[in-house]
């Protein structure tokens, strides 16, 4: 048995989640940087059209698909990581159907982003209320959870905003989650040595 195995035995499950989520601190670091970079790039051409935004959306959620199984299968995660995986895959195939079909997709989109921001959101908010005990400042990752389940009310509650508006919204929800999940990720990372 590994030393990190025999560490790992001998930690509460809110002791193995920090551990966990401090080894692999960097995935989350990288989940922002894509968020903002998306959230970014929706603010740089503000005339962009509906189809356009359905192609930055199939970038980011391949990007954020790949990084979320990446997770699942590190471990460490707030949610379980059967859940990551299948929301990793999730953000795959809506990434690649998003560029098979961009036309279809782009009125089912808002729908979809809603109904996987308010699901994430639910799941980072829990997995916040079980590292309470085990770290300062999870008040960040709670942030981050009610954030992205308003996201997602608010784009299911009105899917026909105008598109300019919505790529506002949608920029300024990325840009917001990324930074938040940055700051998490450095905030991890602080206790990667002691996680050791």
């Given at each position: ?51 356009s935004l359905v192609m930055l959306y199939g970038a980011y959620a391949l990007v954020d698909g790949v990084f979320s199984i990446i997770a699942a299968i590190g471990g460490g995660t ?92 949608i920029g300024a929800y990325a840009i917001a989650a990324g930074v938040i999940m940055i700051a998490l990720a450095f905030r991890l990372k602080g206790h990667a040595g002691r996680a050791?």
């Amino acid at each position: 048995m590994s030393t990190n195995q025999t560490t790992a035995r001998g930690l509460g499950a809110g002791a193995q989640l920090l551990h966990g989520l401090a080894k692999h601190w960097w995935v989350l670091a990288l989940r922002g940087l894509a968020a903002i970079v998306f959230g970014v790039l929706a603010f740089a051409w503000p005339g962009i059209t509906i189809l356009s935004l359905v192609m930055l959306y199939g970038a980011y959620a391949l990007v954020d698909g790949v990084f979320s199984i990446i997770a699942a299968i590190g471990g460490g995660t707030p949610a379980p990581r059967w859940w990551l995986a299948i929301v990793g895959i999730i953000g795959i195939l809506a990434g690649l159907i998003a560029f098979a079909n961009p036309v279809l997709v782009g009125f089912y989109l808002l729908l979809f982003i809603g109904a996987w921001a308010v699901v994430s959101g639910i799941f980072e908010i829990i997995g916040a209320v079980r590292l309470r005990k085990e770290i300062d400042n999870e008040w960040m990752l709670i942030l981050h959870g009610v954030i992205t389940v308003l996201f997602g009310i608010m784009l299911m509650a009105w899917p026909v905003t105008s598109a300019l508006a919505l790529i506002w919204v949608i920029g300024a929800y990325a840009i917001a989650a990324g930074v938040i999940m940055i700051a998490l990720a450095f905030r991890l990372k602080g206790h990667a040595g002691r996680a050791a």
